[in-house]
Each structure stands twice: as structure tokens, then as C-alpha cells.
């Protein structure tokens, strides 16, 4: 029996080359039983006229199939399904089945319901997406990422790509992060001081699942990382909101049973503050007079293009009470998840032990691109590009949001990538950022940065890193015009 032409689409949403969209449209007829074994699919001219595509390009796909055993040939007859092809799975599940498990009892954690928002998955479809933390794909270094993946791939680092490391992580890179990434900060770290973790949020989790329980205490910054606030809720431990002030989080604020204390000194999450020297010094002596260990989060100090950074917090600790936490997935792309904890041995030994229980390590052809990235010199030319761009938005957002009568509410001093807004007492900036959304605008509300029963609800984040420049003021004049519109009514 011959399989009609007619059967076969191309999704106009998939990915790839058109010789593997085709493998791809052929395996999955075959995968899920609508192509059976015997039957003749359509000649490669059919084929071609069809789809609209060049005869060569199904040749090959059919080529391809063929290798790996889907189809056979038959000499001048054709190409058919092959008896070798992989089998259907033989099971079809019952209409009439109903889930009968009372989840409300049989879940025994909940970590749904937080308040951490979401971003459109679209959102470089919007006109003004003054979304924080997402990668421009104007600025981003396509060409030798691809070639450092494709290194990474190859015959000489076949090792580093296929093994198991268990609990251990690619030599290369950690090797890379103790000569190099970490000696820009101040920080001196043997390789056993080092772990590789799946993004700075993953390396906090891993931190407070080792450090706390329910009988210990955490004090953070509010506002502070959203996503933070719901690990130490889910760890069970008492957590001690300490509002900041322009400076950051202020020591003598911090409650006397401490026992982590978690803080953003370079660039305060979500203001931008940045803790003068003489405050890093007062909270390091404030946490050894109540032995408390510091976890500090020093997710943005590339973007310190304005001056050079601060020293890090763990650069100035001579007690080894501060755990340092990077990330490489703000300043290359997010979906990298690629980020570091820098400990104590005793520290790192259970992280390491955690980790390993929870997910091994995380991939190892991951962690070879990135290495060859960085120890090639891409990343720091894609970093010193990244900041003259970032220079020149922050300098139009300035402009801008004076020149619109807009507050701004913190910045960061040596650069960053996004403003702390504030709005006129009664706007509620969730509602403002739905109504700016129906208009092609992006913008953050603040609320969920929030601890305790009584969170403003006028705060907002603009962030500047992946909108273009000249877009920037038209973007913040509709901003005004919606606050105005509401302070108004």
C-alpha cells in the first residue's frame, strides 16, 4: 500500500534544517503507528513538489532514514517503511479513566502558590519590553558560542562530554573560575572550595537546605529576590526581613540569633544599592560578634561599567564565614543556568553530597562550551560590548525619565542594568503594568519583592538590557502617561 502525498505536512513552527524537519515529519508518522511497516512512501520528486522544496533535500532526508533503519529500498521501486523500524508502543489509555487520589491530602509540601512573577514568553515581541535579566540577541555572540559548542563536541573532549562526573564538575572550568573569574573580585579559592551549580538560584537553594532547618534563623534584605524569600519559606527556618536603605542592608539591623544572614552588597536586589566599603566591614564584624555565616550574592558585578566594582564582600573575610554565590547566566543568556558556590571545604564537601543526591552535576558539555568561552577571550570581549551598550541605555533612561517627571527610587552606583521606580502614593503598579502590557509595555511591578503582611504596592522595576535605545524614550513617555492617568482619577 502507498502512502498518499497528501498526508504529509511540514509544521510551519518547527525548528531545524528542511532535511530534518522532514526526518523528523517521516520518524514521527512511523513512531506513533500511522505509517506501517511494508508501506511505500511517496517518490522523492512527489515528495518534493509537494512540500515545496528542492528534490535533493528529501533525497537526503530519505538517505538519512534509511541509515538509520526507519526505511528501506527496494532497487527501482521505491522507498518503503522499514521491517526493522521501531515498533508503536501497544497501549491506548482508557477514556473512561478519572483520577480519584484527594491531592489536597496526599501532597504533603506544597511549593505552588508563591509570588514570584512571570515573564511574558514573548516578550521580545513587545515594543518596550523593559524586562530585567533577559538576554539581547542583538549584543549576544552567536558565532563563537556556537563554534566553542562545536569544539566542546568534538573527539578530544569526548570525556568531558559523556562521563559521569558524579559529584565532581569539569577541571577546565573550575579551573578557569580560581584563576580568573574569581581573582577580579579579590577572591583566592582552591578547586576543592568550588562548585558548579545550575544558576545562582540553584547554589542559594543547595546553601539553604545545608545551612538551615526549622530551629535556625535567616535575615535577608527587603525588598529583596523574590525567588530567595520562597527558598528560605520552603527551608522552614524563622526569616527576619531587614529593610535596607540607600546604603544596603544596614548591620545593626540584624537580629542578635542570626544564624545566615543573606545580602546583595555589590548591587542590592531590587534597588541597585551598592554597600560602601566601611558598611562591608561593619556587617562582617556584626556577623562575628553573633558568629552568623553570610551568604553573598554577587549576581551583577559585570555589569559594573560605570566604575570598577567594589571589593567582594568575601574578598575583605579573614573567618571564612562568607559564601560566595556567581553567576554566569547574567551575563551570557539566562536559559545557560550555568552559576558557582566559593566555601569552605566543610561547606562545599555537603553541597557537593547534596547536589550529587539531587541531580549528579550539571551537564558536562555545558560546562566545556562555556569553559572554552571564557578561556578563549569571548567573554570578556562580549562583556566590554555588553557595557558600552548598557552605558549608552542608561544614559537615554536618565534623560528620559527626567525629561517624563518619573521617580526613580535606586540605582545602582557603578552601573547595573536596570532603575528602582517608585510611583505616586495609590498606584498599584500591577495593575499599572497590565494596563502598559495591552500597550506594548513591559514593565515589573514591585510588590513581590516584598516581605511581611504590608507590601507597597507602587514600586516597579525597569530594567534596560534588552531594549533598544531609541525606543527607550517613546517606552517611559506611555509609562508617565499611565501613572499620570491613574494618579488623576
Known amino acids: 500500500m502507498s502512502l498518499p502525498v497528501e498526508t504529509f505536512f511540514l509544521n510551519p513552527d518547527a525548528q531545524g534544517t528542511l532535511q530534518a524537519q522532514i526526518q523528523q515529519m517521516i520518524a514521527q508518522g512511523i513512531l506513533s503507528g500511522r505509517f506501517e511497516r511494508g508501506e511505500k512512501l511517496p517518490s522523492t520528486r512527489k515528495m518534493a513538489v509537494h512540500l515545496g522544496v528542492s528534490r535533493i533535500t528529501v533525497t537526503i532526508a530519505y538517505t538519512e532514514l534509511l541509515a538509520n533503519d526507519y526505511l528501506t529500498s527496494k532497487g527501482r521501486s521505491g522507498y518503503f517503511v522499514s ?12 477514556p473512561e479513566a478519572t483520577d480519584t487520589v484527594d491531592w489536597t491530602r496526599a501532597i504533603g509540601q506544597r511549593y505552588s502558590g508563591g509570588v514570584t512573577p512571570t515573564k511574558p514568553q514573548d516578550w521580545a515581541d513587545y515594543r518596550y519590553p523593559f524586562v530585567y535579566g533577559q538576554a539581547d540577541r542583538t549584543l549576544f555572540d552567536h558565532a563563537n558560542w556556537r563554534l566553542c559548542a562545536l569544539q566542546a563536541l568534538g573527539q578530544r573532549d569526548f570525556t568531558s562530554m559523556t562521563t559521569d562526573y558524579y559529584d565532581q564538575d569539569d577541571p577546565q572550568l573550575i579551573e578557569f573560575i580560581a584563576r580568573h573569574t574569581l581573582p577580579r573580585r579579590g577572591i583566592t579559592a582552591s578547586p576543592n572550595q568550588i562548585l558548579i551549580t545550575l544558576g545562582a538560584q540553584n547554589a542559594l537553594w543547595l546553601t539553604a537546605q545545608v545551612l538551615l532547618t526549622q530551629r535556625r534563623n535567616a535575615a535577608l534584605e527587603d525588598p529583596c529576590y523574590h525567588a530567595l524569600r520562597e527558598i528560605l519559606i520552603q527551608s522552614r527556618c524563622h526569616v527576619t526581613p531587614v529593610r535596607v536603605d540607600r546604603s544596603g542592608l544596614p548591620p545593626e539591623a540584624v537580629p542578635p540569633k542570626t544564624d545566615v544572614i543573606f545580602t546583595t552588597p555589590s548591587h542590592q536586589c531590587p534597588t541597585n544599592a551598592t554597600m560602601p566599603l566601611e558598611r562591608r566591614r561593619a556587617l562582617l564584624e556584626r556577623a562575628r560578634e553573633i558568629d552568623a555565616l553570610i551568604v553573598e550574592d554577587d549576581y551583577e558585578f559585570e555589569t559594573s561599567f560605570l566604575r570598577p566594582p567594589s571589593p567582594a564582600l568575601k574578598s575583605l573575610d579573614t573567618d571564612g564565614r562568607v559564601i560566595y554565590v556567581g553567576s554566569f547566566s547574567k551575563s551570557l543568556f539566562p536559559g545557560l543556568r550555568l552559576g558557582y558556590l566559593v566555601g569552605s571545604e566543610p561547606f562545599i564537601r555537603e553541597v557537593r553530597a547534596l547536589r550529587a543526591s539531587v541531580l549528579r552535576h550539571p551537564p558536562g558539555h555545558i560546562q566545556r562550551t562555556a569553559s572554552y568561552f571564557l578561556s578563549l577571550g569571548h567573554y570578556d570581549a562580549l562583556i566590554r560590548r555588553m557595557s558600552g551598550v548598557l552605558h549608552e541605555r542608561r544614559a537615554q533612561m536618565e534623560e ?66 534588552s531594549i533598544a535605545a531609541s525606543r527607550i524614550s517613546d517606552g517611559l513617555s506611555m509609562v508617565a502617561e499611565a501613572i499620570n492617568a491613574g494618579s488623576n482619577r
Open 400 to 465: 528620559a525619565i527626567a525629561q517624563h517627571g518619573l521617580t526613580i527610587a535606586g540605582q545602582g552606583a557603578h552601573g547595573g542594568s536596570s532603575f528602582w521606580m517608585r510611583a505616586p502614593e495609590g498606584i498599584d503598579t500591577e495593575h499599572l503594568a497590565r494596563k502598559l502590557q495591552g500597550r506594548g509595555v513591559l514593565i515589573e511591578p514591585g510588590r513581590s519583592f516584598f516581605g511581611g503582611d504590608e507590601q507597597p504596592t507602587n514600586f516597579y522595576r525597569l530594567g534596560y538590557s
Open 83 to 94: 521491517d526493522n523500524a521501531p515498533t508503536p508502543p501497544l497501549f491506548s489509555p482508557s
